[in-house]
T-cell receptor
Framework: GENVEQHPSTLSVQEGDSAVIKCTYS??????FPWYKQELGKGPQLIID?????GEKKDQRIAVTLNKTAKHFSLHITETQPEDSAVYFC????????????FGKGNQVVVIP | SQTIHQWPATLVQPVGSPLSLECTVE??????LYWYRQAAGRGLQLLFY??????ISSEVPQNLSASRPQDRQFILSSKKLLLSDSGFYLC???????????FGEGSRLTVL
């Protein structure tokens, strides 16, 4: 099955700087790559996703890039703010069917004011 | 709009006691339903998923079980809890087409 790895496990950044989290996946047939944000004590929420027919997607201060050849995708957060502090999960799946997502182990992002 | 509720939010149980966590989804029909566990390492481990009433698939062997007695109700159970069952349990749903998972607020279980 799909195996998703996420690096680094913890990332501290100064407020206003950029943060980048990278994920690699193993199944070349995967074509759907979402990112979830989990605030303390809450369930994860989808913040952005990308499908394999595009290489980059942007939504305000967050963006995701996909390199299908290398089988990795990254989350970019620009102009970080304290409310960006959370655990971020990447995931991968093949769309259709039961659509079970394979999640990475999560990345703790700490934005230092 | 669709909402997902799970309860209880917090639970402290002794080893060997039973467990029942409930999850309901409102505002949609025939959702895919999932139970995840998040242990101290923060990763999301899929425990069970269901594509319809009475249809349960287990991802990992364990002393937990799941049931789906109604279309929008998903229950996680155990007859005898172990210390290793402690964790943050998340219920989630999706429609399977877009892929987006909608998570509940979670249930924190501490087994003593």
């Amino acid at each position: 099955g799909e195996n998703v790895e996420q690096h680094p496990s913890t990332l501290s950044v100064q407020e206003g700087d950029s943060a980048v989290i990278k994920c690699t996946y193993s199944d070349s047939a995967s074509n759907y790559f979402p990112w979830y944000k989990q605030e303390l004590g809450k369930g994860p929420q989808l913040i952005i996703d990308i499908r394999s027919n595009v290489g980059e997607k942007k939504d305000q201060r967050i963006a995701v890039t996909l390199n299908k050849t290398a089988k990795h995708f990254s989350l970019h957060i620009t102009e970080t703010q304290p409310e960006d502090s959370a655990v971020y999960f990447c995931a991968a799946s093949k769309e259709g069917g039961n659509n079970r997502l394979a999640f990475g182990k999560g990345n703790q992002v700490v934005v230092i004011p | 709009s669709q909402t997902i509720h799970q309860w209880p939010a917090t639970l402290v149980q002794p080893v060997g006691s039973p467990l029942s966590l409930e999850c309901t989804v409102e505002g949609t029909s025939n959702p895919n339903l999932y139970w995840y566990r998040q242990a101290a390492g923060r990763g999301l481990q899929l425990l069970f998923y269901s594509v319809g009433i009475g249809q349960i698939s287990s991802e990992v062997p364990q002393n937990l079980s799941a049931s789906r007695p109604q279309d929008r109700q998903f229950i996680l159970s155990s007859k005898k809890l172990l210390l290793s069952d402690s964790g943050f349990y998340l219920c989630a749903w999706n429609r399977g087409v877009t892929g987006e998972l909608f998570f509940g607020e979670g249930s924190r279980l501490t087994v003593l």
